[in-house]
């Protein structure tokens, strides 16, 4: 089964927990300093195309779980990679010296939404929020609902009354 | 427009929002006199956040809502939120709904490719083409309205669990004859045309390696010469059961990209 060799592979190579979650479907979790190293070596397996790069909060926990997919045209089976980072000094060493360009504007994304530090990405700037000064807008403590209310209720207007009063 | 000076020669030019035929978008231009010195996107005006309105609310209410993600191709993001719904809780769809899921699929993405074909004759100037394809495809969305009862939006038809409802008997026969009428529009549009093969080959090449790099997916690396397609590499729903070529060309070039949808 090629799934299982991929994993026996990597486990060699690094330190992680590995399985087979079905067919086509491989996921590692890996701790934050080896993840370059360890997104070097698969891209040299054949996971060559970066499909995603996402971020899942989870304040109880006080961490960020980065989550990476990887797809390998030549084996057709598509690698999630996860790492768990601190949440309140979000930092993390980026991937694009790995995967390039598309690993770029990912991490471009996920630093506007999250406020992650990517180091090594050549540009973070803002790419959709214009004049933004509250807390990243992806986190779960930001009340988007509040936000609108303080923004752009009108209080005058009887129409917007029965949405934002409702509540 | 705002005009900002930063050197001597150097002005900021805010360029847009405009919809060129890729959703509203914007460019930053830094210009030097006529010349244009570095150009930055602006891609924010149709970001929604979907992943954080759907935090607030349940996977039945965020079917509907997935459907506002893209309007080219609600249904497909009906499937795919359906699809990850449905694997995350264990849940098995019955036969029929998943045939019923990739007829519907197929039909959305032809008259995806309609619009693109649209919106590429505007680029090319060719004004009857974006007629023929909108006027086209809206026979396609004449059988979303009857079998979902939307016409572009389809109000999570697609559903996890499922489809909300069976095909209407009548869909059996107006499906073939929508899709009989649509082939004779492709065949046309396919015709040699030397108008478009003059304003298509060799614009915009882009390289196997480039399009790896870049991560370009679909009909686009398809006409960079991947043979790839996610429906036979790793087939979702029933589409392992069916015999279907995958397109290919060697060039990379808009006409190549035009020839594969």
């Known amino acids: ?167 | 427009m705002e005009l900002e000076a930063i050197g001597k020669n150097e002005y900021e030019l805010f360029f847009g929002p405009a919809h060129p035929g890729s959703g509203n978008f914007s460019v930053k231009l830094k210009i030097d006199g006529e010349r244009v010195v570095s150009a930055r996107a602006d891609p924010g005006y149709l970001h929604r956040g979907f992943e954080k309105l759907m935090e607030y609310r349940i996977p039945i209410q965020n079917a509907v809502l997935s459907d506002r993600i893209c309007v080219l191709e609600p249904l497909a993001w009906n499937l795919i939120h359906a699809e990850a719904v449905e694997e995350l809780m264990g849940i098995e769809v019955p036969e029929r709904a998943k045939y019923i899921r990739v007829i519907m699929a197929e039909l959305s993405r032809i008259q995806s490719h309609l619009i693109w074909y649209g919106v590429l004759s505007i680029g090319t100037g060719f004004q009857t083409g974006f007629k023929l394809a909108f006027g086209y495809r809206d026979f396609i969305l004449d059988l979303f309205e009857l079998i979902t009862g939307g016409r572009v939006y389809p109000t999570g038809y697609i559903c996890p669990g499922g489809v909300r409802r069976d095909l209407p008997e009548s869909a059996k026969e107006r499906i073939p004859k929508v899709l009989d009428k649509i082939e004779k529009m492709i065949d046309f549009v396919r015709a040699e045309n030397p108008a478009n093969i003059a304003r298509l080959r060799d614009i915009g090449v882009l390289k196997l390696e480039d399009a790896i790099r870049l991560g370009a997916t679909g009909p686009v690396i398809r006409a960079s010469g991947l043979k790839t397609d996610v429906r036979k590499d790793e087939p979702y729903e029933v589409y392992d059961r069916f015999d279907f070529e995958i397109p290919v060309r060697k060039k990379g070039d808009a006409y190549a990209r035009f020839q594969i949808v």
């Open chain 1, 1 to 167: 089964m090629l799934e299982k060799e991929i994993i026996d592979k990597i486990e060699k190579k690094f330190e992680v927990e590995g399985s087979v979650q079905r067919e086509r479907r491989v996921i590692v979790k890996i701790a934050p300093d080896k993840l370059v190293e360890l997104c070097k070596f698969i891209k040299d397996l054949g996971f060559e195309h970066l499909s995603s790069l996402s971020v899942t909060d989870w304040p109880k926990r006080g961490i960020y779980e980065h989550t990476y997919h990887a797809w390998s045209y030549k084996d057709k089976i598509l690698i999630t990679i996860k790492t768990e980072i601190n949440r309140d000094k979000p930092e993390i060493d980026s991937v694009y010296p790995v995967w390039g360009e598309s690993a770029q504007i990912h991490e471009r994304e996920m630093h506007e939404l999250f406020g992650v530090e990517y180091k090594g990405n050549p540009d973070l700037s803002p790419l959709f929020l214009e004049e933004w000064h509250e807390k990243p807008p992806f986190r779960k403590d930001f009340d988007w609902r509040e936000y609108v209310r303080k923004n752009f209720y009108d209080k005058e207007n009887e129409r917007e009354r029965v949405y934002f009063e409702r509540v």
